[in-house]
């Protein structure tokens, strides 16, 4: 079995949905340090033709060293939600799939029950996975039992709990599991490790020049579910085993 794990980031970009669809079971890592400039609470839209930031505005009452995603809550009296959406709909209410998918996240942007960030970003997640018809079991890190340790030794933990024996994990974090051997813990605990190869794709978009490495949600209002899942597949392409990866 095939495990991908990741942060709950806000509105994810297309690499982070051929993550999920590669793997057999993903894990939303939420019980980890937020990092209040990161894509935790962020991510980009294309709005005319130029590229907005959306920014979720988060409370952390005790200081940001305590805070997790998990226990992160929004700032209530801000108007945040509106404003997104209103971005949204301005952005792309000339879409080809405007209708289908606006109302997806307009019900969650208006459910008030949702007052945490990870609640929020794996909601979205969610939805979008359903929308594109994206069946990857998913599982909540601070919902396991039985999961210890720190950084890779976490996701060996993790691993075994979902009895996975092959991990599959973005290029960009080699260096965080390899960094004392090739593989890290999760090799030395006989769990094979492959590293995901992405190459973003273009497509059509309403306005202006072609922006890459937005929101998953600009591919999937320009070109639909069907053909962004096709795209994510095409260009997801072969992953890397650790030791090709290392030599």
């Given at each position: 079995?095939?495990?991908?794990?990741?942060?709950?980031?806000?509105?994810?970009?297309?690499?982070?949905?051929?993550?999920?669809?590669?793997?057999?079971?993903?894990?939303?890592?939420?019980?980890?340090?937020?990092e209040k400039?990161?894509?935790?609470?962020?991510?980009?839209?294309?709005?005319?033709?130029q590229e907005?930031?959306?920014?979720?505005?988060?409370?952390?009452?005790?200081?940001?060293?305590?805070?997790?995603?998990?226990?992160?809550?929004?700032?209530?009296?801000?108007?945040?939600?509106?404003?997104?959406?209103?971005?949204?709909?301005?952005?792309?209410?000339?879409?080809?799939?405007?209708?289908?998918?606006?109302?997806?996240?307009?019900?969650?942007?208006?459910?008030?029950?949702?007052?945490?960030?990870?609640?929020?970003?794996?909601?979205?997640?969610?939805?979008?996975?359903?929308?594109?018809?994206?069946?990857?079991?998913?599982?909540?890190?601070?919902?396991?039992?039985?999961?210890?340790?720190?950084?890779?030794?976490?996701?060996?933990?993790?691993?075994?709990?979902?009895?996975?024996?092959?991990?599959?994990?973005?290029?960009?974090?080699?260096?965080?599991?390899?960094?004392?051997?090739?593989?890290?813990?999760?090799?030395?605990?006989?769990?094979?490790?492959?590293?995901?190869?992405?190459?973003?794709?273009?497509?059509?978009?309403v306005k202006?020049?072609?922006?890459?490495?937005?929101?998953?949600?600009?591919?999937?209002?320009?070109?639909?579910?069907?053909?962004?899942?096709?795209?994510?597949?095409?260009?997801?392409?072969?992953?890397?085993?650790?030791?090709?990866?290392?030599?």
């Amino acid at each position: 079995m095939l495990l991908s794990i990741m942060q709950p980031t806000y509105l994810p970009w297309l690499g982070y949905f051929g993550l999920i669809n590669s793997a057999d079971k993903f894990v939303f890592l939420d019980n980890v340090k937020l990092e209040k400039s990161d894509w935790h609470v962020r991510n980009k839209i294309k709005s005319g033709r130029q590229e907005l930031m959306l920014t979720c505005p988060v409370s952390t009452p005790k200081g940001r060293m305590t805070a997790t995603i998990e226990n992160t809550q929004f700032v209530s009296a801000n108007p945040w939600r509106r404003k997104h959406l209103k971005s949204i709909a301005e952005s792309y209410a000339k879409a080809p799939f405007y209708s289908s998918l606006f109302p997806l996240l307009d019900s969650i942007y208006k459910d008030e029950s949702i007052t945490f960030l990870a609640q929020m970003n794996i909601k979205i997640i969610r939805t979008l996975m359903d929308y594109m018809n994206i069946t990857t079991s998913t599982f909540i890190a601070s919902e396991l039992e039985d999961v210890s340790g720190v950084k890779d030794a976490r996701l060996v933990s993790i691993c075994n709990e979902l009895e996975c024996n092959n991990y599959l994990s973005p290029v960009g974090a080699q260096a965080y599991i390899e960094k004392e051997s090739p593989g890290g813990a999760l090799v030395k605990n006989d769990i094979e490790v492959f590293y995901q190869n992405f190459t973003h794709p273009k497509y059509p978009q309403v306005k202006g020049e072609f922006i890459s490495h937005l929101s998953v949600i600009d591919c999937l209002f320009n070109v639909g579910p069907v053909e962004t899942v096709k795209l994510i597949n095409t260009y997801t392409g072969t992953h890397t085993h650790y030791q090709s990866l290392s030599v």
